[in-house]
Structures are given as C-alpha cells and as structure tokens.
C-alpha cells in the first residue's frame, strides 16, 4: 500500500500561477518577480474568474480521476506549456505534493492537448533526484510511466490497461531490472464509480484491499481500508449536504488509534470554514484546526489549537495569482512573520 501511494502522489501535483507578461521564443511566461505587490499579493484580494480555455481537462470525461490518467490534471487552467514549483514548507498548504521532502523543486511539461509529458523532482539545490516521462497510447490514454534517476538508470516502470471509458482495470509495478513485484486491479460499478482497489504481490498474495461504498446520489459514504491479513486498517465515513458536498467525516485510523473529525459549512457550492478535531480512542482532545477558505477552496486563515499543551497557532494564507487564474505564489503570516512557502513559473502556449 505505501510503495502505490507514494507512486501516486509522486505523479500528482497541484494547480498554478501569477501576473505580468515577458515573451520567450514564441511562448507566453509569467513571473512572480514582475508582480506588482500590493496589488496581487493579498489575502484580501479574490483569485481572477477562471478562464474556460482550460486544455488540462481530461478529455475522457472520466468520472473518477484519480483512478484514471495522472497525466491530466484538471485543476490547472490555460494552454500550459510549463511548469515549475519551488516548494519551501510542504506541510504548511493543503493539496501540496507530497515527495518524501519538506522542500524540493518540481518540474512538468505538457503538449498542447494539456497532457503531462514528463516530472523532475530536484532538491532545492537543484540535484536531480528523480524523473518520470508519461507515455500514451492513440487514444490518449495513459499506458506506461518511466522512472528514472539523474543517470537515466531505470528506477521503477508502471504499466496500465485501461477500460473502453479510460478508467484503468489493472497496473502492474517492475523494478530496475524489469521484474513485476505489484500488481493493482481496479473494478467499477455499473454507474463509473470505483467499487475496489486490490493490491496483489506477484505471487498473488494479498498486499492491500480498498472497497468504497455509496449512496443513492452517487456520494462516497465509507471507505473501508484492508489489511493484508484481512483485518481492517482504517474506516472512514462520509455525510454530504443536500448539494452532494461534503460536510463531515470520521476517519478512524488502524481502527484503534485515532479518530479524525471533519465538519463544512459551504456558501453554495463554495466551501467557507471547516473544522477537523482529532481525538484518541480513549477520549483525549489532541487538537483541533479551524480554517477559512476562499471561493475556490483554497485557505485563507487557520487556527490550530493543542489542549493539552494549551497552545494555539493562527496562520493567514496570502496568494499571488496569474491572468489565467493559476496562483503563483503562497505565503503565510504567522506571529507578525511572513513566510513564503511555494512559489511557480509557467510558461504558455501562445494564443
């Protein structure tokens, strides 16, 4: 279960960035440097409206994304051509990559149908750690991706079959020396949602079993996480509002451990404050986070408290945002100190 979720966040990123315009052999840049300050850089100041000519969507109109091709990516916006992200504090933003680092370099390039072509991975001194190139088929589907190391030598291979509609029905991970170690199938129900995830080693042994239960409307309502004996490793619920948006959650991890909490409340359809507690079994208040959120989701303030230490952390989120509706840059204040956590440059395709 670990090596596949650190294969899929590896290969998922997040969206993108800033203001101003500088011309390089034909293709259309914007940088954080020409940003004017005052302006952009505000917690105040509300996102540009996102622009509808957003070529990062996945053409398969795959319901479940995440089970599909990583090499779209859905929340990026405009025909981006490049991307790079500098990441300073990686567990100070929700939604940032997690790389097994708290700070590192990310890099991607797209083709001009929005589709993810390659991803470096670099320490913040610029040293190559690791890079995967994306490959697809005809259609457009995703059908292998190559992991490599700064020599070119072979890290990891993943291949995919995929279903008629794109959803993948089964992957299959090799080592350096191209043997199959882990295999992953996929199944669905009748209306397109993920039903299971099983994860076997090469000689059919269990490693991991997902099962996801839904309700009438098509809402995720538990997910029910396996163990390779069998016994359960977490079970998690979810309650959704009338407009199928999500409103709280229980996740009890390894089911003896620790409990999560999780409760919205949404302006429509945009998510305004969420409040997660986190309590252990035996009833003890670890601590609890409340956050506010612009209309697109993205975290304007938090505050995180620990009862126990009687401590309490309050952090605003400012953002730099580009014309196409991407941010730039994240910054957070806390304690009078102003933090910049990731920054971005992306490079267009010229309209």
Not at 73 to 93: C, F, H, I, Q
Not at 105 to 130: C, H, P, W
Not at 218 to 227: A, C, K, R
Request: aromatic residues 12%.
């Amino acid at each position: 279960m670990l090596n596949r979720t650190i294969i899929i966040l590896f290969l998922l990123a997040l969206p993108l960035i800033c203001a101003c315009q500088n011309k390089n052999d034909g293709d259309v840049i914007y940088s954080v440097e020409d940003t004017d300050n005052d302006a952009a850089f505000s917690e105040k100041q509300s996102p540009p409206a996102k622009n509808s000519k957003n070529r990062s969507a996945n053409k398969s109109g795959v319901k479940n994304a995440r089970f599909s091709d990583l090499a779209f990516r859905p929340d990026l916006y405009g025909p981006v051509k490049n991307l790079k992200m500098t990441v300073y504090a990686a567990s100070e933003l929700d939604n940032m990559p997690d790389k097994g680092y708290e700070s590192y370099i990310l890099t991607e390039k797209y083709d001009s149908l929005g589709m993810r072509q390659t991803e470096s991975l670099f320490t913040t001194k610029n040293l190559l750690v690791a890079k995967s190139a994306i490959l697809h088929n005809r259609d457009g589907f995703q059908t292998e991706v190559l992991y490599t190391d700064m020599f070119d030598n072979l890290l990891n291979r993943i291949t995919y079959e995929a279903y008629k509609n794109g959803n993948w029905r089964r992957a299959v991970n090799y080592d350096k020396y191209y043997n199959p170690y882990s295999i992953i199938n996929y199944t669905f129900t009748n209306k397109g949602d993920i039903s299971e995830i099983k994860e076997t080693d090469d000689r059919g042994n269990l490693l991991m079993r997902e099962i996801f239960l839904y309700d009438d409307t098509g809402n995720n309502t538990q997910t029910n996480i396996y163990n390779p004996d069998g016994s359960d490793y977490a079970i998690i619920e979810y309650l959704y509002n009338a407009k199928n948006n999500l409103i709280s959650y229980r996740n009890r991890e390894n089911c003896d451990s620790l409990l999560v909490y999780y409760e919205a409340d949404y302006v429509g359809d945009s998510l305004l404050v969420s409040d997660m507690t986190e309590v252990t079994v035996m009833g003890e208040l670890t601590s609890v986070t409340k956050s506010k959120y612009d209309p697109l989701g993205n975290v304007l303030s938090r505050e995180i408290s620990f009862p126990k230490e009687k401590k309490t952390e309050q952090k605003l989120y400012m953002y730099k945002w580009d014309l196409w509706g991407n941010w730039m840059q994240v910054a957070i204040v806390s304690n009078d100190k102003t933090t910049v956590v990731a920054e971005r440059e992306i490079t267009y395709f010229p309209q």
